[in-house]
């Protein structure tokens, strides 16, 4: 893989101005530079936390701010009618905050054939609802993904998720 090539890819991701088209034609453009016994690409960005969105999603700023989705984080939501899951959705978010906000991280942007595979192999699996999907790091050493996991506010998927925090019936919001 030819450095410019990844620093180009860099650029655009950093940029936040890739229109799902031409991510399309990068991913293609990487995938065909890889051989046999090659990894694939992973972009690792430097960036800062500077605000928790929920149990799952966080943004960060390098020398832009941008939305990143952590990958096999699942945690319920925190804004719903479903007052069960808020507040397991707020436990997650408050955690997230006592171990990201404000820190250094690194944010792992993977490329290539099998890292979309092990999603659902498709384009959005990398850029979802103007968020990165990405995995995120602290000091190098503690995946956040995990964090969230071991600590018991969230599943690896959706399905684990529905499973350790079912929805209870939603509750009627008077006018």
């Known amino acids: ?33 890889s051989h046999a016994g090659e990894p694939d690409l992973t972009i690792n960005i430097p960036a800062r936390v500077y605000h928790i969105v929920d149990g799952d999603t966080l943004d960060v700023e390098t020398t832009i701010r941008f939305r990143v989705r952590i990958r096999d984080c699942w945690t319920p939501e925190s804004r719903t009618r479903d007052l069960r899951q808020k507040k ?34 498709r384009i ?25 996991f071991n600590g018991g506010f969230s599943g690896r998927t959706k399905d684990e998720q529905k499973k350790l925090f079912p929805k209870t019936q939603e509750m009627e919001i008077d006018p």
């Open 1 to 33: 893989m030819n450095s410019d090539r990844a620093v180009i890819i860099a650029l655009m991701i950093l940029a936040n101005l890739a229109a799902p088209l031409i991510v399309i034609m990068l991913i293609a453009m990487v995938a065909s530079c």
């Open 88 to 121: 397991l959705g707020l436990a997650a978010k408050e955690n997230l905050k006592k171990v990201a906000l404000g820190k250094r991280v690194v944010i792992v942007l993977p490329f290539g054939a099998d890292k979309l595979e092990s999603h659902s192999g």
């Open 124 to 148: 959005d699996d990398v850029q979802t609802m103007s968020r990165w999907l990405c995995e995120v790091w602290i000091n190098g050493k503690r995946r956040v993904a995990d964090i969230q």
